[in-house]
């Protein structure tokens, strides 16, 4: 019935509160509202002063929330840092700036945890319940919608879930559908972007990419819903397939290609799927059937905040590298990992976001010292350093000149079919083994 930790109502007794406020609503006259909150900042706390003081600080942001509850209010805590609101009996015009006013003056005080002085603020989004057929899980899901843009930085102050959230959210389940039907139905296929040297556009090895059909035809890049994947029960199965259908398609294709020197493969593999504890174990049994060699092979990861501090994940990757598989961290730069962070990961190579070759076109000294900064670092760590989202000759040349070896882009080829890519990659053979 209530959180062990704050004392706040359990996600299951605000599911159930939402419930009863659904079925006694007045579309013409709400007076429910739902308020979704983020605590911003709890994360830092847990990562620079330990879970001890996380969990004391959120027992004193439930007790400031709670003190602003009225009679009808109820605070639930519903995971880690979110907590939400229920305000009813509001009445029609229900003076919602006076209580976010309080909700704010609350928050902004700071917090003492004994002699340590902790400053947050929250990100909040807000769901006016007036429709009888939605479900709690429905206007819960819409206030963490509508909360996660405020925190995004892409609106400000309160978040209201409108159409446009709604229309978000279906979208979502469309695309959810679609994975649905094409894990049923064979859906998926692979397309294979080269990786060239800088040098002279050999190829070096390729990257399988996902990509899906749905029952009208249409064709999806993985960046559409390679997310839903991952919250889906399918991660697993997707991410066998990817292995297998790689391999089937190469070996049937393209030996000469497996048994060149230097030659790899680049898989993607969700990070939630590398914390699951015995991954490497499985994955290394699968690889010895297989017709690649673990040093033909390599593993891209993608930013995000579980490659904090997870035993198992580090567990896993470290097995994998200490095989010989290479380890890249993809998409440098675009998310929140810094290089302290970076240094604590067994990895061996990162491929650097395109959003930093914008200096390049425009002369920006800032931008292009940036750029010039991370691979330096990079290479200093001892990782090699691939230029993801190469598109232009100037991209290029100047990117070799900062002592980047490895590149992809559409400046040397898009992603493509098998046949296709088989066929571009014999037509720029390197004369020797470039890879390490």
Same mark, same amino acid.
């Given at each position: %019935?209530?959180?062990?930790?704050?004392?706040?109502?359990?996600?299951?007794?605000?599911?159930?509160?939402?419930?009863?406020?659904?079925?006694?609503?007045?579309?013409?006259?709400?007076?429910?509202?739902?308020?979704?909150?983020?605590?911003?900042?709890?994360?830092?706390?847990?990562?620079?002063?330990?879970?001890? %003081?996380?969990?004391?600080?959120?027992?004193?942001?439930?007790?400031?929330?709670?003190?602003?509850?009225?009679?009808?209010?109820?605070?639930?805590?519903?995971?880690?840092?979110?907590?939400?609101?229920?305000?009813?009996?509001?009445?029609?015009?229900?003076?919602?700036?006076?209580?976010?006013?309080?909700?704010?003056?609350? %928050?902004?005080?700071?917090?003492?945890?004994?002699?340590?002085?902790?400053?947050?603020?929250?990100?909040?989004?807000?769901?006016?319940?007036?429709?009888?057929?939605?479900?709690?899980?429905?206007?819960?899901?819409?206030?963490?919608?509508?909360?996660?843009?405020?925190?995004?930085?892409?609106?400000? &102050?309160?978040?209201?879930?409108?159409?446009?959230?709604?229309?978000?959210?279906?979208?979502?389940?469309?695309?959810?559908?679609?994975?649905?039907?094409?894990?049923? /139905?064979?859906?998926?296929?692979?397309?294979?972007?080269?990786?060239?040297? =800088?040098?002279?556009?050999?190829?070096?090895?390729?990257?399988?990419?996902?990509?899906?059909?749905?029952?009208?035809?249409?064709?999806?890049?993985?960046?559409?819903?390679?997310?839903?994947?991952?919250?889906?029960?399918?991660?697993?199965?997707?991410?066998?397939?990817?292995?297998?259908?790689?391999?089937?398609?190469?070996?049937?294709? &393209?030996?000469?290609?497996? &048994?060149?020197?230097?030659?790899?493969?680049?898989? !993607?593999?969700?990070?939630?799927?590398?914390?699951?504890?015995?991954?490497?174990? /499985?994955?290394?049994?699968?690889?010895?059937?297989?017709? =690649?060699?673990?040093?033909?092979?390599?593993?891209?990861?993608?930013?995000?905040?579980?490659?904090? !501090?997870?035993?198992?994940?580090?567990?896993?990757?470290?097995?994998?590298?200490?095989?010989?598989?290479?380890?890249? =961290?993809?998409?440098?730069?675009?998310?929140?990992? !810094?290089?302290?962070?970076?240094?604590?990961?067994?990895?061996?190579?990162?491929?650097?976001?395109?959003?930093?070759?914008?200096?390049?076109?425009?002369?920006?000294?800032?931008?292009?010292?940036?750029?010039?900064?991370?691979?330096?670092?990079?290479?200093?760590?001892?990782?090699?350093?691939?230029?993801?989202?190469?598109?232009?000759?100037? /991209?290029?040349?100047?990117?070799?000149?900062?002592?980047?070896?490895?590149?992809?882009?559409?400046?040397?080829?898009?992603?493509?079919?098998?046949?296709?890519?088989?066929?571009?990659?014999?037509?720029?053979?390197?004369?020797?083994?470039?890879?390490?």
């Amino acid at each position: %019935m209530h959180d062990p930790l704050t004392g706040a109502c359990s996600r299951v007794t605000m599911l159930d509160e939402i419930a009863k406020a659904i079925s006694s609503v007045d579309p013409t006259h709400p007076d429910a509202l739902l308020l979704y909150l983020n605590v911003n900042g709890f994360r830092a706390v847990n990562d620079k002063f330990g879970h001890e %003081m996380g969990d004391r600080l959120l027992v004193e942001v439930a007790r400031r929330l709670e003190s602003v509850c009225h009679n009808g209010h109820l605070l639930g805590r519903v995971s880690g840092d979110e907590f939400i609101l229920l305000l009813r009996h509001a009445g029609r015009f229900h003076p919602l700036n006076p209580m976010l006013n309080r909700v704010d003056r609350c %928050m902004s005080q700071p917090f003492m945890l004994g002699d340590l002085e902790i400053n947050i603020s929250v990100s909040i989004g807000c769901v006016i319940i007036t429709d009888k057929k939605a479900t709690a899980s429905e206007l819960m899901h819409q206030g963490e919608i509508a909360m996660s843009l405020v925190k995004r930085g892409e609106r400000k &102050g309160i978040s209201l879930a409108d159409e446009e959230i709604v229309r978000e959210i279906e979208a979502a389940r469309q695309i959810d559908r679609k994975i649905q039907h094409a894990v049923k /139905h064979r859906g998926f296929f692979l397309h294979f972007q080269p990786t060239v040297t =800088l040098k002279d556009g050999t190829v070096t090895g390729a990257e399988a990419l996902l990509r899906l059909t749905d029952e009208n035809g249409g064709v999806f890049a993985a960046s559409d819903f390679m997310a839903a994947i991952a919250r889906s029960e399918y991660g697993d199965i997707v991410d066998e397939w990817v292995f297998a259908e790689a391999i089937h398609l190469l070996r049937l294709q &393209g030996k000469d290609l497996l &048994g060149r020197k230097g030659f790899r493969l680049s898989l !993607n593999v969700s990070t939630p799927i590398l914390t699951s504890a015995g991954y490497a174990s /499985h994955f290394l049994s699968k690889l010895r059937t297989s017709c =690649l060699t673990p040093e033909s092979l390599a593993l891209e990861l993608v930013e995000s905040p579980i490659l904090r !501090n997870n035993p198992i994940l580090i567990e896993n990757l470290t097995v994998l590298r200490d095989a010989g598989i290479v380890i890249i =961290l993809d998409d440098f730069g675009s998310g929140d990992c !810094n290089f302290q962070e970076l240094a604590r990961l067994p990895i061996n190579s990162v491929k650097i976001s395109s959003t930093f070759y914008a200096g390049i076109q425009t002369g920006n000294t800032t931008e292009k010292a940036l750029l010039e900064g991370i691979v330096g670092i990079a290479q200093k760590l001892g990782y090699e350093v691939i230029a993801k989202g190469v598109e232009t000759q100037a /991209h290029a040349e100047h990117l070799q000149s900062l002592g980047c070896r490895y590149a992809q882009g559409y400046h040397f080829a898009k992603p493509m079919p098998i046949g296709e890519f088989l066929d571009y990659a014999r037509n720029h053979s390197p004369k020797e083994a470039p890879l390490p």
